[in-house]
């Protein structure tokens, strides 16, 4: 005869929020990977590239914590941008230890040749969540993104 397993506390996995969050983020992304595949630059580039086109000229530190990454990880993902001539790193005037980043005319052109696409993908998914559900849905997110779990 088989013992019984105790029921477990957590939550059933389709009601779990960090898988729930999960797949979700993969159904979302599945498109924008395909897009991104077209122009040759991974998420996280693309995040790091799209951070600089709206922000301006960055600091790495502000550009990791604004495209989620890690700062080993973002200091590959500018070296490979580089490489493509898509971004640009030069001293920061005050302080010689320090670098600063910007966007170059070929990485806001490639923005801009992802753009229509982009718009595209995010206008499906508005048409198919509707717009006060998508308003909604990143207000929560941001919220939860702001919580201090610790």
């Not at 709206?54 to 500018?78: V, Y």
């Not at 995010?122 to 969540?129: D, T, V």
């Not at 006060?132 to 207000?139: G, P, V």
């Amino acid at each position: 005869m088989t013992e019984k397993k105790p029921k477990s506390a957590l939550p059933q996995t389709n009601r779990s929020l960090p898988i729930a969050m999960l797949r979700a983020r993969e159904n979302i992304m599945a498109p924008y990977r395909k897009m991104l595949g077209k122009v040759g630059v991974t998420e996280q580039q693309w995040r790091v590239l799209r951070v600089l086109e709206e922000r301006g000229t960055m600091d790495p530190k502000d550009i990791a914590d604004a495209a989620c990454l890690l700062n080993p990880s973002l200091t590959r993902i500018m070296q490979l941008l580089e490489r493509k001539e898509l971004i640009a790193r030069r001293d920061h005037p005050d302080d010689k230890r320090k670098v600063l980043v910007d966007i170059t005319a070929p990485g806001s052109a490639l923005i801009a040749e992802a753009m229509p696409e982009s718009s595209e993908i995010s206008a499906k998914l508005e048409a198919r969540f509707g717009p006060k559900q998508r308003r909604e849905l990143l207000n929560l997110l941001n919220e939860l993104s702001e919580l201090d779990l610790d």
